[in-house]
């Protein structure tokens, strides 16, 4: 290896190591002063010594950059280390009101009310507080209500470069058949009950 590339090797690492966020390619490539390609190529052979060195972290591409991350393997020592007895779950509300943000963004509270068919205020104000949603602009209608979407953190968290790295709904859907039979099933509890 030629003296420059070990450089630029240690100023992504560097870089990548001190970054609360993960760090876009682009702004290492004018950090650096090298082409972007060259980091992308770099962040490449470092993820792949890292995991044939068969270390605790790894280097992935997450939320349009790069970030080191604890290894899967290491998950159930990192739990204990992180958590140590505090708990960071969110409730079935929040984990709903999240999921229609994500799918549906941007959207307003109403609207995320609405699809949930209850008032979401209370979780749309602990998602915002958790760094999962955030206010994104206002809708040109009536009232200018704000409009919500998911944030970088969100992204990280999933381990997901982008929105639309998101599972299609249809994955979760049942089929028509399944559905005709629940229609059937309740014509049918319906008519005894009446």
């Not at 970054?19 to 650096?32: N, S, Y």
């Not at 972007?36 to 190529?41: D, H, I, K």
């Not at 299609?168 to 049918?188: H, K, N, R, Y």
């Amino acid at each position: 290896m030629r003296d420059e590339n070990i450089e630029a090797r240690q100023a992504v690492e560097a870089i990548v190591m001190v970054a609360e966020e993960p760090v876009p390619p682009g702004l290492m490539a004018q950090l650096i002063e090298i082409p972007t390609e060259q980091v992308e190529a770099i962040c490449s052979q470092l993820a792949e010594e890292y995991r044939v060195q068969g270390r605790g972290f790894e280097l992935v591409r997450v939320a349009g950059g790069y970030r080191y991350r604890s290894h899967p393997d290491t998950e159930s020592y990192v739990k204990r280390f992180v958590v140590s007895g505090q708990s960071t779950r969110l409730s079935s509300a929040a984990l709903e009101t999240l999921a229609i943000v994500a799918y549906k963004q941007p959207l307003s509270r109403a609207q995320v009310s609405a699809i949930r068919g209850v008032n979401a205020e209370g979780a749309m104000r602990t998602l915002q507080q958790r760094g999962l949603v955030y206010e994104v602009g206002r809708d040109p209608g009536p009232g200018n209500a704000r409009l919500f979407a998911t944030t970088p953190s969100f992204l990280e968290r999933l381990g997901l470069d982008a929105i639309d790295e998101l599972p299609p709904l249809v994955d979760f859907v049942p089929g028509s058949e399944v559905i005709e039979a629940l229609e059937t099933s309740l014509m049918a509890d319906r008519a005894k009950s009446a």
